[in-house]
């Protein structure tokens, strides 16, 4: 492909992006030297003027005959001078200074005077008339700074709604543009998604080699959809693909599309596809895609949605006109496929979708490798270690553990990052950050040291239960007075009837704890209560765990959302007497455990005081020391 050669080491642009500046450089530089020209012109076109002197001198001047060639306006008159120096001209006053050796041209304002005319043809002296009239010059430029001012600001106001194009380009493609492999991102960056990443070793092998396929007929799917949830690397993975592949990678987010005009979303999909076939063979890569590509209404309101519809028919039509075989392909992200317009998503269109999921222990250990090879390690750091308590982190996260850590160790002042640091860096984000200059009067520091052991001794008691591995009374982040933080030995992906139970009833443990010692309830279980709440929802009407009412799903929800806690609205389609069985059930879940907690509690009070005292004292409790107070040595 001959057409396909461009320099390497091009750096990072936009499309269409140099000739449109430099255009629109030479339209600025263009006006700027017209002005000048007219300016220079208009001020060398003026009449020279001369010193001016007062009335009564100028008569003096004429009675002398030491003026000539003289003007004389109805304002008033300028002439020469003959043969004189500047102590004639102007006795008894200071030379101005930068003047010639002698004064040569005066100017004086015109003095109603019926004799003066009689008096300069008796004394010989040369005069003519004049009138002050207005030079072109200067109405050229009155008329231009009436045109050409309003156009400047108009093209300001337009190049500030829209800072990155100009008024002639607001229909252009904001695509930023990755000239071969100066993605400057390949496989090697991407770790943790090793399945997503075999799925599109194809597109690379297209790209690389496209007579292989089409030599037998074959095409590669003209769009790759990467869905997951944020975090997990979709936009990393389609430059890698880009990069390993060594093509132009055309970058855009979905918003990008929109503007305040009507048809520039629409018309900007037609630019990517035009720039695109233009540096085939290429990757276009759509970000955030759900921003466009949302499902169309029925009956969409006049004015509503009208020009983001437009802009997706727009994109439908340009993907079912171009032909893969000229080595474009489109590839695009989004963590909410479940509203994408079905259009988008049918054979011919986004028919692949390579799903970016959370990593696994062994992905987190291969992320965290790849974040930390540039950072200086403690013999003490286990990667391994640090994966198997990140449960559930994406790459965004483990990203954000090892930049934490590191900046910890230069606060402070440590050559290497210890696993300590990585050890705050985790509770860092799971728990917020450590507050302990809030100052806790002691009765509630003792209600927070026996409701936090509480929650160890029953995780610690139950089957089915993650390992304890810190509990802690220092305050964190916006309202927590403490935690317990349990760390699973392995990555779940199911729960048993059991499991959940055990789970809920170290949600309800700190509640019972509290109670027990104070007979009295705190404001401190709100959180656990609230999940605790949830558990037995989903026991009961998600999981049809519930013997009363049977193996029955009475929540209609979407099953594919990656976006935690976005709201999904609940169809019930059951009635009011299933409704209060419901009820009946959940309730009774939460009392049955809290009353199996609290009984657990009664018969290990001993080790509760040991605990919550020991907890009061130290803080903070983790390690040997934890686990041989929960294990009854102590």
């Given at each position: 492909m001959a057409n396909n050669k461009r320099k390497p080491g091009k750096k990072e642009t936009k499309l269409g992006e140099t000739g449109p500046k430099f255009k629109f450089s030479l339209i600025y530089i263009g006006i700027a030297l017209l002005l000048y020209i007219i300016i220079s012109t208009f001020l060398i076109s003026q009449p020279q003027k001369g010193e001016e002197i007062p009335y009564s001198r100028f008569k003096e001047l004429v009675a002398r005959k030491k003026v000539d060639n003289l003007v004389i306006t109805p304002a008033n008159i300028r002439g020469e001078l003959k043969g004189m120096s500047w102590e004639e001209l102007l006795p008894g006053k200071k030379i101005p200074s930068g003047k010639p050796a002698k004064p040569e041209r005066f100017e004086t304002i015109r003095v109603e005077d019926t004799g003066l005319v009689n008096q300069l043809e008796s004394l010989g002296i040369e005069y003519s008339g004049g009138i002050e009239k207005k030079s072109a010059w200067g109405e050229v430029i009155f008329w231009s700074a009436i045109f050409i001012v309003p156009l400047l600001i108009w093209i300001f106001v337009l190049r500030k709604i829209s800072p990155a194009r100009d008024m002639m380009q607001i229909g252009k493609s904001k695509a930023k543009v990755y000239v071969e492999s100066k993605t400057g991102t390949t496989f090697v960056d991407v770790a943790g998604c090793d399945e997503a990443k075999e799925e599109l070793e194809e597109v690379i092998d297209f790209l690389k080699e496209p007579q292989r396929f089409t030599s037998i007929g074959g095409h590669i799917p003209k769009g790759i959809l990467l869905v997951g949830p944020p975090g997990t690397g979709k936009t990393l993975l389609a430059r890698a693909v880009a990069g390993e592949a060594g093509v132009a990678f055309l970058s855009m987010s979905g918003s990008d599309f929109i503007e305040m005009f009507v048809g520039v979303g629409a018309a900007r999909v037609r630019d990517l596809f035009q720039q695109a076939e233009k540096l085939a063979p290429c990757i276009i890569f759509i970000d955030e895609i759900d921003a466009l590509g949302k499902a169309r209404a029925a009956a969409p309101i006049p004015g509503g949605h009208e020009e983001r519809e437009h802009t997706l028919q727009q994109l439908l039509v340009e993907m079912d006109g171009f032909d893969t075989k000229k080595g474009v392909i489109i590839l695009a992200a989004t963590n909410r496929p479940e509203i994408l317009d079905p259009a988008l998503l049918r054979p011919g269109r986004f028919d692949r979708h390579v799903v970016v999921d959370r990593p696994d222990i062994k992905g987190r250990e291969a992320i965290l490798k790849v974040h930390t090879k540039s950072?200086?390690?403690?013999?003490?750091?286990?990667?391994?270690?640090?994966?198997?308590?990140?449960?559930?982190?994406?790459?965004?996260?483990?990203?954000?553990?090892?930049?934490?850590?590191?900046?910890?160790?230069?606060?402070?002042?440590?050559?290497?990052?210890?696993?300590?640091?990585?050890?705050?860096?985790?509770?860092?984000?799971?728990?917020?950050?450590?507050?302990?200059?809030?100052?806790?009067?002691?009765?509630?520091?003792?209600?927070?040291?026996?409701?936090?052991?509480?929650?160890?001794?029953?995780?610690?008691?139950?089957?089915?239960?993650?390992k304890v591995h810190r509990v802690s009374i220092i305050p964190r982040g916006v309202s927590a007075l403490g935690y317990t933080l349990q760390l699973p030995t392995e990555d779940r992906y199911l729960m048993t009837y059991s499991e959940l139970m055990s789970k809920l009833a170290v949600l309800l443990g700190g509640r019972a704890a509290e109670y027990l010692v104070f007979k009295e309830l705190s404001t401190g279980?709100?959180?656990?209560?609230?999940?605790?709440?949830?558990?037995?929802?989903?026991?009961?009407?998600?999981?049809?765990?519930?013997?009363?009412?049977?193996?029955?799903?009475?929540?209609?929800?979407?099953?594919?959302?990656?976006?935690?806690?976005?709201?999904q609205p609940s169809f019930r389609k059951y009635s009011e007497r299933t409704?209060?069985?419901?009820?009946?059930?959940?309730?009774?879940?939460?009392?049955?455990?809290?009353?199996?907690?609290?009984?657990?509690?009664?018969?290990?009070?001993?080790?509760?005081?040991?605990?919550?005292?020991?907890?009061?004292?130290?803080e903070v409790i983790e390690g040997e020391e934890l686990e041989s107070i929960l294990s009854g040595k102590v």
């Open positions: 950072m200086k390690l403690e013999p003490d750091v286990e990667l391994s270690v640090i994966a198997a308590r990140t449960p559930g982190f994406v790459g965004a996260d483990l990203a954000n553990i090892a930049n934490e850590a590191a900046l910890l160790a230069a606060r402070r002042r440590k050559r290497g990052v210890s696993m300590a640091e990585f050890e705050e860096a985790i509770d860092r984000i799971i728990a917020g950050l450590e507050k302990r200059s809030r100052v806790i009067n002691p009765k509630e520091k003792k209600i927070v040291a026996y409701h936090e052991s509480g929650h160890a001794i029953a995780a610690a008691s139950l089957p089915g239960t993650d279980a709100a959180n656990d209560l609230e999940r605790a709440t949830d558990i037995a929802e989903k026991i009961v009407k998600e999981y049809g765990m519930s013997e009363k009412l049977g193996p029955l799903v009475f929540d209609v929800t979407s099953r594919q959302q990656f976006l935690a806690g976005l709201y409704a209060q069985i419901i009820d009946e059930e959940i309730q009774k879940l939460i009392k049955d455990t809290y009353e199996r907690v609290y009984r657990l509690l009664e018969e290990k009070r001993d080790m509760l005081e040991r605990l919550a005292k020991t907890l009061s004292d130290k």
